[in-house]
């Protein structure tokens, strides 16, 4: 059973902080990560994804990837009440890179 | 920005009806998925399609369901004699490439499928 694990929170931070937003996963062999943004009722919104080791950086939104502790993060800068959402980790899997594995999400408040 | 399209938003079908969910992938997108969110649960895998027929499949994608592409626009999921715990969200996905490219999946806005 491949597992992506996220802390579910909800994680409150207030504008113009540094949000972190943490995802493991469980299988070596998972080559690509996805972070989504979902508000309540809404599709999933690709925000950014990451393949290599190291941070990958697009604009206010930087992803982490640590293959030897299968570890990827989201730091999002200058915190906006509009980053207010759930937060989604999908990893792919690691036979076919076909479908993806999604964690549960965390659920991120921005306070005004 | 091109965008999938689903249809319709929210479906009410009683149970043991089919169901007929459509979705429009982005036009130069080539590998097509579904996936199901139940209330407040995870996003969930259900099939992967390329080339006009499916590549992989979940344990959640039995006999009951099915998926076609009738056309050159159009990618539909079929879900017979719906059961209560059907019952979910349905979101279709397309991306450009597959497999180990790397590429995004890009999600439409779903369809809400309320079984009675």
């Known amino acids: 059973q491949k597992e992506v694990e996220q802390n579910s929170g909800p994680l409150s931070v207030p504008e113009g902080a540094i949000a972190s937003l943490n995802c493991t996963y469980s299988?070596?062999?998972?080559?690509?990560f996805f972070w989504y943004r979902q508000y309540s009722g809404k599709s999933p919104e690709l925000i950014m994804f990451?393949?290599?080791?190291g941070d990958k950086e697009d604009g206010r939104f930087t992803a982490q990837l640590n293959k030897a502790s299968q570890y990827v993060s989201l730091l999002i800068r200058d915190s906006q009440p509009s980053d207010s959402a759930t937060y989604l980790c999908a990893v792919t899997d690691p036979n076919t890179g076909n479908q993806f594995y999604f964690g549960t999400g965390t659920s991120l408040t921005v306070i005004p | 920005e091109p965008e999938v399209t689903q249809t319709p938003s929210h479906q009410v079908t009683q149970m043991g009806q089919e169901v007929i969910l459509r979705c429009v992938p982005i036009?130069?997108?080539?590998?097509f998925y579904w996936y199901r969110q139940i209330l407040g649960q995870k996003v969930e895998f259900l099939v992967s399609f390329y080339n006009n027929e499916i590549s992989e499949k979940s344990e959640i994608f039995d006999d009951q369901f099915s998926v076609e592409r009738p056309d050159g626009s159009n990618f539909t999921l079929k879900i017979r004699s719906t059961k209560l715990e059907d019952s979910a969200m349905y979101f279709c996905?397309?991306?450009?490439?597959?497999?180990?490219?790397?590429?995004?999946?890009?999600f439409g806005d779903g369809t809400r499928l309320s079984i009675l």
């Open positions: 299988d070596r062999g998972s080559q690509s």
């Open positions: 990451i393949y290599s080791n």
């Open positions: 996905a397309s991306s450009q490439e597959g497999g180990w490219s790397n590429q995004p999946q890009h």
């Open positions: 036009s130069n997108h080539l590998y």
